[in-house]
């Protein structure tokens, strides 16, 4: 079984980065886990996807109101998956939580929830306009 847990989310003024990190235990990350993705949940609203990344790391997704200002990459050497974040808007605040796919070997234009069978404890990020 693999534990996973987020770190890096913060309280950023608009227009800054974060990169959030979301480090994996247990069983050897690269052998049982396939695909990564982000999801975010702001406060009354459903739990959204971000971005996914297979395997090797070579194919990423993202949601289209996150595309080209968020960088998804994974190292499974440190058992390592990271969500580079640009141009932060107070839109973006919200939990935002790592989740793992044992099986998918290829990320989708999008992901829901429901796919996911392993999720970190979620990290805050407040953007302040």
């Known amino acids: 079984q693999v534990q996973l847990a987020e770190s890096g989310g913060g309280l950023v003024q608009a227009g800054a980065s974060l990169r959030l990190s979301c480090a994996a235990s247990?069983?050897?990350?690269?052998?049982?886990?396939?695909?990564m993705a982000w999801f975010r949940q702001a406060p009354g609203k459903e739990r959204d996807f971000v971005a996914a990344i297979s395997r090797s790391g070579a194919v990423t997704s993202y949601a289209d109101l996150v595309k080209g200002r968020f960088t998804i990459s994974r190292d499974n050497a440190k058992n390592t998956a990271y969500l580079q974040m640009n141009s932060l808007n107070p839109e973006d605040t919200a939990v935002y939580y790592c989740?793992?796919?044992?099986?998918?070997?290829?990320?989708?234009?999008?992901?829901?929830?429901?796919?996911?069978?392993?999720w970190g404890q979620g990290t805050q990020v407040t953007v302040s306009s």
């Open positions: 989740a793992a796919h044992r099986t998918l070997t290829l990320p989708r234009r999008s992901h829901s929830p429901g796919e996911f069978d392993t």
């Open positions: 247990g069983r050897t990350f690269g052998n049982n886990v396939n695909v």
